[in-house]
């Protein structure tokens, strides 16, 4: 069963910690992206990579960073945490010319207090 | 600015019924659509695609209904049932799956 792991469910940070948010793809997918959900707002993409080492920013790359070292491994790195970034935070990927959209992680709800 | 809007935030319905989800977007390049349900704590799953080749998919329950010079999508689940209840996401791609542009969802809340 493909999978895309996000390795923590639940996250509680304070406020200026460096929070890392990890997600690992066994697809082989070129593209990996970081999304944030927030009631009445959708998904909003942060960051996005279509290859390793690569990054691009998405809608609201502010306060964040990413990091793609392994085609496998896409990270998001919160540098100074703060309130107003609690949140869902939900990984992709998918390949090139992917038809069937998105494959999702089972998402990170991280709160910042 | 949103290039894909849903402008209902909750829609509830008897089980049994017909439940219909809508979607409108603005971009004319957008050419493929997903629509993705998800519970609680959980990512979302995709449900049901469209191409902009055509003007209705059928996936057993489900049907997606594309008007292009309308800019505008649906969602139809006949018959409902509450295990559909969660929030449905429409979304939209330019260029056949590289991004997609997400709306703010739909939350289903199917009534037994």
């Known amino acids: 069963d493909v999978k895309v792991t996000q390795s923590s469910r639940y996250l509680v940070k304070r406020t200026g910690e460096k929070v890392f948010l990890e997600c690992v793809q066994d697809?082989?997918?070129?593209?990996m992206f970081w999304y944030r959900q927030d009631p009445g707002l959708g998904l909003r993409l942060i960051y996005f990579?279509?290859?390793?080492?690569?990054?691009e920013k998405g809608d609201i790359p502010e306060g964040y960073s990413v990091s793609r070292e392994k085609k496998e491994r896409f990270s998001l790195i919160l540098e100074s945490a703060s309130t107003n970034q609690t949140s869902m935070y939900l990984c992709?990927?998918?390949?090139?010319?992917?038809?069937?959209?998105?494959?999702f992680g089972s998402g990170t709800r991280l709160t910042v207090v | 600015d949103q290039q894909v809007k849903q402008n209902s935030p909750s829609l509830s319905v008897q089980e049994g019924r017909i439940s219909i989800l809508n979607c409108d977007y603005t971009?004319?390049?957008?050419?493929?659509f997903l629509w993705y349900k998800k519970y609680p704590a959980e990512g979302p799953t995709f449900l049901i695609s469209?191409?902009?080749?055509?003007d209705k998919n059928e996936d057993g329950r489900f049907t997606v209904f594309l008007n292009k010079s309308a800019k505008h999508l649906s969602l139809h689940i006949v018959p409902s049932q509450p295990g559909d209840s969660a929030v449905y996401f429409c979304?939209?791609?330019?260029?056949?799956?590289?991004?997609?542009?997400f709306g703010t969802g739909t939350s289903l809340t199917v009534i037994p």
């Open positions: 992709a990927s998918t390949g090139t010319g992917g038809t069937y959209g998105y494959t």
């Open positions: 971009n004319s390049m957008f050419d493929y």
């Open positions: 469209i191409s902009s080749i055509k």
């Open positions: 990579s279509y290859d390793v080492k690569m990054k």
């Open positions: 697809m082989d997918h070129e593209n």
């Open positions: 979304a939209a791609s330019a260029n056949t799956g590289n991004q997609f542009y």
